[in-house]
């Protein structure tokens, strides 16, 4: 038989132990710090990856349209027709991006949306083959400043890589991501970028500078074209072999 200081020993101990159990489950609401906050009651998901994605394909419908939209991203950045020569950095280098002539368009988005400078290629291409491209400035060896904007050679080196395409009317025959050069009045050359848009009639729109800064608008078929270019396969490799950009 137990007796009544054994008794009361007892009872005391297991009103602690209630009441430190109890107070742990009514106090955790009101308690500051670290606790206040709800524990979750399942493990929390691990966080997403990343997506990673892929470059482009060279050549692919997804490398035109990075080229395109290198392009399409001059629209309201480059406002000004400006074909004042200007000392420019070599390879990668360029005018003010506020200007710009028609050129500068197509520079600017194979340097941007495919990593390949004409500007580069041009020098390279002339420098070994100068009697290749056109004799209407009475240079006597390649100048890297001013060559590469100049429609006529670029025409030249995209004729010499393999890229001319036989000329036509037939909007079919026009992909997005082709090069169109043309005759303006005055017999001023001009060069222009085909869109993956087109107006109601299924005509391509075309990217260019003619003369009111960098616009994407209907006038594919304004002018006469003197040709037609589309840079794939070999003509892409050859391209890039002349243009490539390390970074």
């Not at 000004?80 to 050129?103: E, F, H, K, Q, S």
């Not at 030249?156 to 090069?179: K, Q």
């Amino acid at each position: 038989m137990r007796t009544a200081p054994a008794i009361a020993i007892l009872i005391a101990i297991t009103v602690a132990i209630v009441a430190a159990g109890g107070g742990n489950g009514q106090d955790q609401g009101r308690q500051g710090g670290n606790d206040s906050a709800p524990r979750p009651t399942a493990s929390a998901p691990p966080p997403a990856r990343p997506l990673v994605v892929a470059p482009p394909v060279p050549g692919s419908p997804e490398e035109a349209a990075a080229i395109i939209a290198a392009a399409r991203a001059q629209v309201g950045v480059t406002t000004i027709y400006d074909p004042a020569y200007a000392r420019l950095d070599y390879p990668g280098g360029d005018v003010p991006r506020d200007r710009g002539v028609c050129t500068d368009v197509l520079i600017r988005a194979l340097r941007d949306g495919a990593y390949i400078d004409l500007q580069l290629a041009v020098h390279r291409d002339m420098t070994a083959n100068f009697a290749a491209y056109p004799d209407l400035w009475g240079l006597k060896r390649p100048d890297p400043n001013i060559d590469h904007r100049r429609v006529p050679n670029l025409a030249a080196l995209l004729d010499r890589v393999g890229a001319r395409r036989p000329l036509g009317n037939d909007p079919a025959d026009f992909r997005p991501g082709d090069i169109v050069t043309a005759m303006l009045p005055g017999n001023l050359p001009h060069i222009m970028l085909i869109s993956d848009r087109r107006n109601a009639d299924g005509i391509p729109l075309v990217i260019h500078n003619i003369g009111r800064g960098t616009r994407e608008e209907d006038a594919l078929f304004a002018y006469p074209h003197t040709g037609h270019f589309r840079v794939e396969g070999a003509a892409l490799a050859e391209l890039r072999r002349l243009g490539q950009l390390q970074y």
